[in-house]
């Protein structure tokens, strides 16, 4: 960025931290790297549901991380750049850290279901649409905290719902695993059914980041 350049930008910031723009061009980014987490978990439900192979669903999800991390880094940019933010930074830094950490936690799921190759995924649909509609409340929420923040926290809970599922299904997928012979297509299927449980707690813990952020703005 030139010289010339960065006077120019810095007076837009605080134009738009004047005029009330910031928060939103923050919420909107926040969103951004949710609906690219969002996008993961999409692929690992392709994959599960056998419309994508795990050796291709492994190499789009390297491109759905780096896209992931670019949202992330853009909010880091972003929050140094602007005066005043909707919620304290330092709650919007552990939300970002943790739907970060849900990206995470799935690209690591398909990577083992490619390096695993259990006979099929059925038994991972469950926790994976829990997911799905987890990071479908979080967005919502997330959209709430400037037109309607008296309903984040209520809309966050379907997040922290969200996440209760995952850990019912994997034990009910779990139960099923054991009920027929062990071999090692059930260790495979604990193994992966761990780490969707872990996708879980991350996105639990994303809600619990977000509902802090909005206790603290009432007070």
Do not use: C
Not at 55 to 67: N, P, Q
């Amino acid at each position: 960025m030139s010289a010339a350049v960065r006077p120019a930008r810095r007076f837009r910031l605080v134009w738009d931290d004047l005029r009330g723009r910031s928060g939103n061009r923050v919420i909107d980014q926040v969103g951004r790297q949710i609906r690219a987490v969002r996008d993961g978990a999409e692929l690992a439900r392709a994959m599960a549901a056998g419309r994508t192979s795990p050796a291709d669903a492994r190499a789009r999800m390297a491109e759905i991380e780096h896209a992931g991390d670019a949202e992330r880094a853009a909010l880091a940019a972003m929050l140094r750049g602007v005066l005043a933010t909707p919620i304290d930074r330092e709650d919007l830094y552990r939300l970002s850290r943790s739907v970060d950490d849900v990206l995470d936690n799935l690209r690591d799921f398909v990577r083992e279901a490619d390096l695993f190759g259990p006979p099929d995924l059925d038994f991972t649909l469950a926790p994976l649409d829990a997911v799905l509609d987890g990071l479908t409340a979080l967005d919502g929420a997330v959209r709430k905290v400037l037109a309607e923040p008296a309903a984040v926290t209520l809309a966050a809970l379907g997040a922290r719902k969200a996440r209760n599922r995952v850990r019912e299904t994997r034990q009910a997928e779990l139960a099923r695993l054991f009920a027929g012979p062990l071999g090692i297509d059930v260790l495979r299927g604990r193994e992966l059914l761990a780490r969707l449980d872990a996708v879980g707690r991350r996105l639990g813990e994303a809600a619990d980041a977000l509902s802090d952020a909005m206790l603290k703005r009432s007070h």
